[in-house]
């Protein structure tokens, strides 16, 4: 029999990855040339959206989704308000909140419809969803939307690997 940590141990880890690889992984992206230098700002935002939802496909690909998702979940989103707070504003938390609201429900819902397609669909899909978000009211750039899908892909298989396997898994991100 398998044994789990509990939820939030299991949501706090998930938190210490995102906090850890998150910023890396965006100093990466706004390096590669692929952010219009007059969209880094919504571009960063968007980018904040798109990362805890691939660390939440990485947690229900490491357990499927299970009772204490939920709870894992709530813990993994307390966990990364914590920081955000403790780092100080970029936004407030407030309008962070609602555009990750806004966000969830909409990647959730493309997510959805493109199930059949694959993994690697579904991250495109977003990834091109967060650059339109990033450069509206501008057509967004093909190079960030593939940047965009490639991270996506990466840090929720890395975020899976992590919670199924024990390790930090920031560094393979």
């Given at each position: 029999?398998?044994?789990h940590?509990?939820?939030?141990a ?16 965006w100093r990466?992206?706004a390096?590669s040339?692929?952010?219009p230098?007059?969209?880094e ?8 959206c798109l ?6 496909r990485?947690?229900?690909?490491a ?14 989103h307390?966990?990364v ?8 504003p970029v936004?407030?938390l ?12 909409e ?5 959805r ?12 899909t ?19 939307a ?19 396997d024990?390790t930090?898994?920031a560094?393979?991100?």
């Amino acid at each position: 029999m398998t044994t789990h940590p509990e939820p939030a141990a299991h949501g706090r880890r998930l938190a210490a990855f995102f906090v850890a690889a998150e910023p890396r992984l965006w100093r990466d992206l706004a390096e590669s040339g692929a952010v219009p230098a007059d969209r880094e700002r919504e571009a960063r935002a968007e980018w904040e959206c798109l990362a805890l939802d691939a660390c939440l496909r990485g947690l229900v690909a490491a357990g499927d989704f299970r009772d204490r998702t939920a709870e894992e979940v709530d813990e993994f989103h307390a966990a990364v308000l914590e920081d955000w707070a403790a780092r100080g504003p970029v936004d407030s938390l407030a309008a962070r909140r609602e555009r990750l609201t806004a966000r969830y429900e909409e990647y959730g819902r493309l997510a959805r419809g493109l199930e059949a397609a694959g993994a690697s669909r579904v991250s495109a899909t977003l990834g091109e969803t967060a650059a339109t978000h990033a450069c509206a009211p501008a057509a967004a750039p093909a190079a960030l939307a593939s940047v965009f899908a490639a991270m996506h892909e990466s840090l929720a298989e890395g975020a899976a690997t992590m919670l199924r396997d024990g390790t930090d898994g920031a560094q393979d991100a």
